[in-house]
């Protein structure tokens, strides 16, 4: 007679059910061994692309705090920060660092263009807008080769046109 | 009369979906660590 | 032999070599599938008795491992227990099953996903045989690691693998099933954690469409069945009180982000909650559709009768039959609907909902709640059909119906069912058939609007005034629990209490006593 749900015993093997009081004991036991937040934290072994030794004095492995979604908000908020987004960005691939890296850079209003690989910000209103594109003056962030040494550079491109279908 | 629902730890106001951060049905706090991220295969 | 000790030793001899694999720096891909492919040629992944005897060795090695650390020695040889947990040799395990999956090709072709069920189907014994054997001593937490693991290694929420990925996914529920807490309830905190985890419930509920809605619906009434007996009481033990909690936070996430699936299976869950958990039922019961816009239920003249999904159908997806046919009576009522003149249906039907006396002490009640709850809602149905039915035959400018013109003699019969059994039941069951009713009462759509009316209608009928006492009760004590409120609950006590038809205000058990009289204005002034 349990209507609706049929009896959830069957269709699986073996023992029958206990008794309220075997469960009730059972319960009381396992609520002194509760699964503890570390049982489900993977163990997050940080493999880097290319393991130097450093001396021992160095921190060996990723200080927690670079998996915290706050410290990344944090890091987001003025211009030299800006450039520690793009860094974890390029120079930590795959990593949960890129991907934090990336949700502040987009609530930054930068876009990242898929053709160029390269993360593109409004400089001014586009002068034109349609459902394909816009066009208009950016300031992208870009790694600049130059005789004076090369160097990651913050460069304004006017008359660019950003396709959106580029538009990560 | 039940319990204040709003003292679960869970931000029922939010426009984002609360399973994401879902930590454990034994916890106010919300889930730490990795959660469910995709990079997106043109950031490599 | 399977089960010879020498068969044991190589393969405990295999598990170290594979945590020295896992364990090497620059452990690659390479090198774990050359391992699986060493086990394949060995012919332990063939899916016979070696390949169960093998991951039940495995598992049982892997678990008495990360324990053995658990007991550290202190000063003075006394053993004592430190919660420290070495998960070296359950993630080195958990690992070597996902390579197996990766790598072996037995799972190339139709058995795809066998050799999971299998792995998990040793495991599940595994755990059974621990916990039957430990009883109180029984660790949970390093079998909640391994399936933890496999959770985040094995399923994903990349729409791309749809069908290999519920196909893990139903794996899994099915191994939750055979785990429920009826079965270990040693295990029941771990479970609920892992039930809920957000590696596996919001994935089950958002791959294929649904499909998984009935697997999850499944694992959550496994869990209500089992706490059922300890929430019939107000008091709860600590441990009970927890998992309570638990399954009330489990609920909101649901009520937030799944609520069409609360909607779809409410009917179920109704059966399997204890009446006196009023507000676990008003979280399932408020869920409404996400597309849904509700207007505020304390808008001064509100035409309820003109919202367009008043007149819409909810999806059921319970079987709300089940209880019905279990007893045969379906074909009598469908009988007693068609022809109720000279039935016999309704003279002996309190017999039929009363459970036998045996089963009546372990329900906690001597009606058969679930039964209850079908016919109410199956004969509700019926009359909104047939209401729907005439009103499609009416002229083309057929009357919207409402509230007080609602043509009541088409659905005659169905009413002078709800008003039989008003007057015949005792309170237990008139209050049972009460319940039933006001569980309908929810969002916008037919099935509120008739049964908001018809139990007004039993209001405005009653002869006694104990049935309009015991209505009203059933009403309020769900409403003066904590949010949230049913949409369909709130309408229809504002309109009890603001339409002079019902005359709520001169009832005489209003002004029974001053904190009465003031729980009711309170209420009416929260509400309206």
Same mark, same amino acid.
């Given at each position: 007679?349990?209507?609706?749900?049929? =009896?959830? %015993? +069957?269709?699986?093997?073996?023992?029958?059910?206990?008794?309220?009081?075997? &469960?009730?004991?059972?319960?009381?036991? $396992?609520?002194?061994?509760?699964?503890?937040?570390?049982?489900?934290?993977?163990?997050?072994?940080?493999?880097?692309?290319?393991?130097?030794?450093?001396?021992?004095?160095?921190?060996?492995?990723?200080?927690?705090?670079?998996?915290?979604?706050?410290?990344w908000e944090r890091l987001g908020t =003025?211009? %030299? +920060?800006?450039?520690?987004?793009?860094?974890?960005?390029?120079?930590?691939? &795959?990593?949960?660092?890129?991907?934090? $890296?990336?949700?502040?850079?987009?609530?930054?209003?930068?876009?990242?263009?898929?053709?160029?690989?390269?993360?593109?910000?409004?400089?001014?209103?586009?002068?034109?807008?349609?459902?394909?594109?816009?066009?208009?003056?950016?300031?992208?962030?870009?790694?600049?080769?130059?005789?004076?040494?090369?160097?990651?550079?913050?460069?304004?491109?006017?008359?660019?046109?950003?396709?959106? &279908?580029?538009?990560? | 009369?039940?319990?204040?629902?709003?003292?679960?730890?869970?931000?029922?106001?939010?426009?984002?979906?609360?399973?994401?951060?879902?930590?454990?049905?034994?916890?106010?706090?919300?889930?730490?660590?990795?959660?469910?991220?995709?990079?997106?295969?043109?950031?490599? | 032999?399977?089960?010879?000790?020498?068969?044991?030793?190589?393969?405990?001899?295999?598990?170290?070599?594979?945590?020295?694999?896992?364990?090497?720096?620059?452990?690659?891909?390479?090198?774990?599938?050359?391992?699986?492919?060493?086990?394949?040629?060995?012919?332990?992944?063939?899916?016979?008795?070696?390949?169960?005897?093998?991951?039940?060795?495995?598992?049982?090695?892997?678990?008495?491992?990360?324990?053995?650390?658990?007991?550290?020695?202190?000063?003075?040889?006394?053993?004592?227990?430190?919660?420290?947990?070495?998960?070296?040799?359950?993630?080195?395990?958990?690992?070597?099953?996902?390579?197996?999956?990766?790598?072996?090709?037995?799972?190339?072709?139709?058995?795809?996903?066998?050799?999971?069920?299998?792995?998990?189907?040793?495991?599940?014994?595994?755990?059974?045989?621990?916990?039957?054997?430990?009883?109180?001593?029984?660790?949970?937490?390093?079998?909640?690691?391994?399936?933890?693991?496999?959770?985040?290694?094995?399923?994903?929420?990349?729409?791309?693998?749809?069908?290999?990925?519920?196909?893990?996914?139903?794996?899994?529920?099915?191994?939750?099933?055979?785990?429920?807490?009826?079965?270990?309830?040693?295990?029941?905190?771990?479970?609920?954690?892992?039930?809920s985890h957000r590696s596996f419930m919001?994935?089950?509920?958002?791959?294929?469409?649904?499909?998984?809605?009935?697997?999850?619906?499944?694992?959550?009434?496994?869990?209500?069945?089992?706490?059922?007996?300890?929430?019939?009481?107000?008091?709860?033990?600590?441990?009970?009180?927890?998992?309570?909690?638990?399954?009330?936070?489990?609920?909101?996430?649901?009520?937030?982000?799944?609520?069409?699936?609360?909607?779809?299976?409410h009917f179920s869950f109704c059966d399997?909650?204890?009446?006196?958990?009023?507000?676990?039922?008003?979280?399932?019961?408020?869920?409404?559709?996400?597309?849904?816009?509700?207007?505020?239920?304390?808008?001064?003249?509100?035409?309820?009768?003109?919202?367009?999904?008043?007149?819409?159908?909810?999806?059921?997806?319970?079987?709300?039959?089940?209880?019905?046919?279990?007893?045969?009576?379906?074909?009598?009522?469908?009988?007693?609907?068609?022809?109720?003149?000279?039935?016999?249906?309704?003279?002996?039907?309190?017999?039929?909902?009363?459970?036998?006396?045996?089963?009546?002490?372990?329900?906690?009640?001597?009606?058969?709640?679930?039964?209850?709850?079908?016919?109410?809602?199956?004969?509700?149905?019926?009359?909104?059909?047939?209401?729907?039915?005439?009103?499609?035959?009416?002229?083309?400018?057929?009357?919207?119906?409402?509230?007080?013109?609602?043509?009541?003699?088409?659905?005659?019969?169905?009413?002078?069912?709800?008003?039989?059994?008003?007057?015949?039941?005792?309170?237990?069951?008139?209050?049972?058939?009460?319940?039933?009713?006001?569980?309908?009462?929810?969002?916008?759509?037919?099935?509120?609007?008739?049964?908001?009316?018809?139990?007004?209608?039993?209001?405005?009928?009653?002869?006694?005034?104990?049935?309009?006492?015991?209505?009203?009760?059933?009403?309020?004590?769900?409403?003066?629990?904590?949010?949230?409120?049913?949409?369909?609950?709130?309408?229809?006590?504002?309109?009890?209490?603001?339409?002079?038809?019902?005359?709520?205000?001169?009832?005489?058990?209003?002004?029974?006593?001053?904190?009465?009289?003031?729980?009711?204005?309170?209420?009416?002034?929260?509400?309206?």
């Amino acid at each position: 007679d349990f209507g609706a749900v049929g =009896d959830n %015993l +069957s269709g699986t093997s073996a023992t029958a059910g206990h008794d309220h009081l075997y &469960n009730l004991q059972m319960l009381e036991a $396992a609520y002194h061994r509760l699964p503890q937040p570390k049982d489900s934290e993977r163990a997050r072994n940080y493999t880097p692309k290319h393991p130097s030794p450093t001396p021992a004095s160095f921190p060996q492995v990723q200080a927690p705090i670079v998996t915290n979604p706050a410290f990344w908000e944090r890091l987001g908020t =003025d211009t %030299l +920060s800006t450039d520690m987004l793009f860094f974890a960005f390029y120079y930590q691939q &795959n990593s949960y660092q890129q991907y934090l $890296a990336a949700k502040e850079l987009k609530k930054q209003s930068w876009r990242f263009h898929r053709k160029y690989n390269t993360w593109f910000q409004r400089h001014v209103e586009p002068q034109v807008t349609t459902d394909e594109y816009e066009r208009g003056s950016y300031v992208y962030f870009d790694f600049h080769l130059a005789d004076d040494g090369n160097g990651w550079v913050q460069r304004i491109k006017n008359d660019f046109t950003f396709e959106y &279908n580029y538009l990560e | 009369l039940g319990i204040d629902l709003t003292t679960l730890g869970l931000n029922l106001n939010s426009a984002d979906n609360l399973y994401k951060t879902f930590g454990s049905p034994w916890s106010n706090e919300p889930a730490k660590g990795d959660p469910d991220f995709q990079n997106p295969a043109c950031y490599l | 032999h399977a089960d010879s000790t020498a068969f044991q030793e190589q393969v405990a001899h295999l598990f170290s070599e594979w945590c020295q694999v896992c364990d090497h720096p620059s452990a690659s891909d390479a090198a774990y599938s050359r391992y699986v492919m060493q086990l394949q040629h060995i012919g332990l992944l063939k899916g016979d008795e070696f390949t169960e005897r093998f991951f039940r060795v495995l598992t049982e090695l892997a678990v008495a491992h990360s324990l053995i650390s658990e007991q550290i020695v202190a000063p003075g040889g006394l053993s004592q227990h430190s919660s420290h947990i070495s998960y070296l040799p359950i993630d080195s395990y958990s690992k070597l099953v996902s390579m197996v999956l990766k790598y072996s090709s037995v799972e190339i072709g139709p058995n795809k996903g066998s050799l999971l069920s299998k792995i998990l189907s040793v495991t599940v014994r595994v755990i059974q045989k621990d916990a039957e054997e430990k009883k109180t001593s029984f660790n949970p937490r390093p079998y909640f690691r391994l399936f933890i693991n496999w959770l985040n290694d094995l399923t994903t929420s990349d729409v791309h693998h749809d069908g290999a990925n519920f196909q893990v996914l139903t794996a899994f529920a099915n191994a939750f099933h055979a785990l429920q807490p009826l079965r270990i309830p040693g295990l029941s905190f771990a479970w609920l954690e892992l039930v809920s985890h957000r590696s596996f419930m919001p994935r089950l509920l958002t791959c294929n469409l649904q499909k998984g809605w009935p697997l999850f619906h499944g694992l959550l009434v496994d869990l209500f069945k089992f706490m059922e007996p300890y929430l019939r009481n107000a008091e709860l033990v600590e441990p009970v009180h927890l998992l309570y909690k638990g399954t009330m936070r489990v609920l909101l996430v649901l009520l937030h982000d799944f609520p069409e699936f609360l909607c779809d299976y409410h009917f179920s869950f109704c059966d399997v909650i204890p009446s006196s958990c009023i507000q676990m039922r008003n979280v399932i019961l408020s869920a409404f559709p996400r597309s849904m816009r509700l207007p505020d239920p304390s808008t001064p003249n509100l035409k309820i009768d003109l919202l367009p999904e008043i007149t819409k159908a909810p999806r059921i997806m319970s079987d709300f039959e089940g209880a019905l046919r279990s007893k045969h009576m379906k074909a009598d009522v469908d009988e007693y609907l068609k022809r109720p003149d000279g039935s016999s249906f309704l003279s002996d039907l309190k017999q039929k909902l009363l459970l036998p006396q045996n089963e009546a002490s372990n329900a906690g009640t001597r009606y058969n709640v679930p039964l209850i709850n079908s016919l109410v809602l199956y004969i509700g149905i019926q009359a909104v059909q047939q209401l729907q039915l005439n009103k499609a035959n009416a002229s083309a400018a057929a009357q919207q119906i409402n509230h007080n013109q609602m043509d009541i003699f088409q659905i005659e019969t169905a009413t002078d069912f709800f008003r039989n059994l008003v007057t015949n039941l005792d309170t237990e069951g008139r209050y049972l058939l009460l319940n039933a009713i006001a569980n309908q009462l929810r969002f916008p759509n037919n099935h509120t609007h008739y049964f908001s009316f018809i139990i007004l209608y039993l209001f405005a009928e009653a002869t006694v005034d104990n049935v309009q006492e015991q209505i009203t009760r059933v009403l309020l004590e769900r409403l003066i629990v904590n949010r949230p409120h049913p949409w369909g609950l709130l309408i229809t006590f504002i309109e009890l209490i603001k339409n002079p038809r019902y005359n709520f205000w001169n009832r005489s058990f209003i002004h029974i006593a001053p904190e009465i009289k003031m729980l009711f204005e309170s209420v009416a002034k929260s509400c309206a």
